[in-house]
């Protein structure tokens, strides 16, 4: 028994972290844009993200949260306190991936992708508002644990990755499809 337990111990213990592979960027993508709308605008067309991607993930939709949102953890409230931060939103995607990354893979499969965003909003002037989307604590969903834990079921293994300029431009891109944003650029992607 002593020796079968041993022998589990170094096989796991042989197996490692999950590796997790970046595919790189040719070129990074923007992470802000000057939108032909008013700051109103843009908040309406992020509240229509939101719902159309709450209607069709409804279990990995984001939250909107708000500098006056009563439930504010202290990164968010951090983050939309900062002087002229008033028409800012932030992303939280609430440890729920919001899709496959295209540059992080493991097990030769794309990666689950989470990441909260902030979004920077500030009027250039009445008719053309500024967007600068940051990632914040990015991660993905490298594996499962071998054993189970809680309930009996696997638990997710999750690694720290840099912020690649996809899931921010994805979010203008979004913004822009909403506003009928005439010309912005294709998104990048690895080849």
């Not at 997790?20 to 008013?38: C, D, I, K, W």
């Not at 008033?86 to 729920?96: G, N, R």
């Not at 991936?97 to 920077?120: H, K, R, T």
Request: proline share 7%; charged share 20%.
């Amino acid at each position: 028994m002593r020796r079968r337990l041993a022998v589990l111990c170094l096989t796991l213990a042989a197996c490692g972290p999950p590796q997790v592979e970046t595919r790189a960027l040719t070129a990074l993508n923007p992470t802000s844009y000057v939108f032909h709308a008013s700051v109103g605008e843009v908040h309406g067309a992020v509240e229509q993200l939101y719902t159309q991607q709450f209607s069709r993930r409804p279990l990995n939709a984001f939250s909107i949260v708000r500098a006056d949102d009563e439930l504010l953890t202290d990164e968010q409230r951090r983050a939309l306190a900062r002087p002229g931060g008033e028409d800012d939103l932030y992303l939280a995607y609430m440890h729920s991936p919001m899709g496959l990354s295209n540059v992080y893979f493991a097990g030769g499969e794309p990666a689950p992708y989470i990441a909260d965003f902030d979004l920077q909003i500030a009027s250039v002037d009445d008719e053309r508002t500024r967007v600068v989307v940051h990632a914040l604590d990015a991660q993905v969903i490298a594996g499962k644990t071998w054993l189970p834990r809680h309930h009996m079921t696997r638990a997710n293994i999750y690694v720290s990755v840099q912020p690649t300029t996809v899931e921010e431009y994805r979010l203008l891109l979004g913004i822009g499809e909403i506003l009928g944003e005439p010309s912005m650029p294709a998104l990048r992607l690895p080849e």
